[in-house]
């Protein structure tokens, strides 16, 4: 029995397998995908409360580097350049599936993720790709003969469904986030395998954990959300971002704090502004001026009641009517609310966090085509590559993008 010949092998039926195979299909490729788990899209299908952030009109295709943290953030400038959010709103809209915009240009499906699922393995179908799952990968090989009679090279892929030969592999296993819906590192050996560098990989998006006598007076604010600046880094390196926090009982959590975890170095501080836009030391001069009140009530009409009265109970100079506060205690109380400084131990890991920082090292691919530099016909996308962005749609869109960049290089059969 011969062995089954494909023009690519995809390996991960995630956002970015689905989407490159799909394209790869519509262009007349012979296309096998590949997953080891039962169902595809378990990401798409848990994202955004089920109903999935699928991109973000904010993300400017003409510096869309802005929006994505790695060792060369310039890398996913051409495939997002080419592979635009319109582009896919406007398959989505195709496809008739209703959506809504949040803040800050999020996009989501109405009814749900599964909406989208459908859409993909609806353009899996019209490329007529052929779809193995569940099913294992055992091993992968690369042979300079190849039952192409016009190709140099070929793969051989060994199955759990017995072995496949493919001119072109494409790996899109994603990270090490959530490995409770099946996340590998499949995708990182593959990459050791062929000799290609690997950057240190972290979980990426993830609330952010304290010493637990250090956070206990915070733990009691625990559920307590709030918008913030939050920042890290020093200089040119800080970076900052205007969300909302939210309290946990082990640490820090929300919009906020999944965004700056991105960029927090293990080890440094970051620092909060828990009350953006009020001028604290002119609020609290104009109350002790006009005012008998506890200085955690008039506190509290600034910021939340419940962190007005964690922060006052913090020293006996703000347990007081603020008519009987220094200035240099109520101006101390500003400093301390306006400038939190506080060093995190750790972060949830990667069963909380919802991307992998780190990753096949973009200078071994072709910002063109995802292809190896050195390694003809063997591709990354997705996750799986040091790319990653910004909470609220943008790794959806690299998912997209790398996959549509990839799709549009593969070569047919000859």
């Excluded at 378990?42 to 904010?58: L, P, Q, V």
Aim: net charge positive; proline share 6%.
């Amino acid at each position: 029995m011969s062995t089954p010949c494909f023009d690519a092998v995809i390996v991960g039926a995630g956002a970015a397998g689905l989407f490159c195979a799909a394209q790869a299909g519509q262009r007349g490729l012979k296309v096998l995908l590949l997953d080891h788990a039962e169902k595809v899209a378990e990401k798409i299908r848990i994202s955004g409360g089920g109903r999935c952030n699928f991109t973000s009109r904010a993300l400017d295709p003409r510096a869309p580097q802005r929006h994505f943290v790695g060792s060369n953030p310039q890398f996913c400038r051409s495939a997002l350049a080419r592979y635009t959010p319109a582009a896919f709103i406007a398959l989505v809209q195709r496809h008739g599936i209703a959506f809504h915009e949040k803040h800050k240009g999020q996009l989501f499906c109405d009814r749900s993720s599964e909406d989208l699922i459908a859409m993909l393995l609806a353009e899996c179908a019209e490329g007529r790709v052929e779809r193995w799952q569940p099913c294992g990968v055992k091993n992968i090989a690369f042979s300079a003969s190849s039952a192409y009679q016009t190709s140099a090279s070929s793969y051989q892929i060994d199955t759990d469904r017995g072995r496949v030969e493919a001119r072109s592999l494409v790996i899109a296993t994603g990270g090490l986030s959530i490995p409770k819906i099946g996340a590998t590192d499949f995708g990182y050996r593959l990459a050791q395998q062929f000799g290609l560098p690997l950057l240190e990989r972290r979980p990426g998006l993830v609330p952010l954990t304290f010493d637990g006598e250090a956070w206990a007076p915070y733990a009691q604010l625990a559920g307590l959300a709030l918008p913030v600046e939050i920042s890290t880094g020093a200089r040119k390196e800080r970076m900052a971002f205007h969300e909302d926090l939210l309290f946990t009982h082990r640490g820090l959590s929300g919009p906020a704090v999944l965004q700056i975890s991105s960029y927090w170095q293990p080890g440094t501080p970051i620092a909060i502004d828990l009350a953006p836009g009020v001028q604290l030391p002119a609020a609290l001069a104009q109350a002790k001026a006009r005012s008998k009140k506890r200085i955690a009530n008039e506190l509290a009409t600034l910021v939340p009641g419940r962190l007005a009265d964690a922060w006052a109970g913090q020293s006996p100079e703000w347990q007081r009517p603020i008519n009987d506060a220094s200035d240099k205690a109520l101006a101390r109380l500003a400093e301390r609310l306006a400038h939190w400084e506080i060093t995190p131990t750790g972060t949830e890991g990667y069963k909380k966090a919802e991307v992998t920082l780190g990753g096949v090292d973009t200078r071994a691919l072709s910002q063109q085509t995802m292809e190896c530099k050195a390694q003809p016909g063997l591709y990354f996308i997705g996750e799986v590559v040091d790319v990653t962005g910004w909470l609220g749609g943008y790794n959806f869109q690299w998912a997209w993008a790398s996959a549509h960049a990839c799709a549009q290089a593969l070569p047919m059969q000859a």
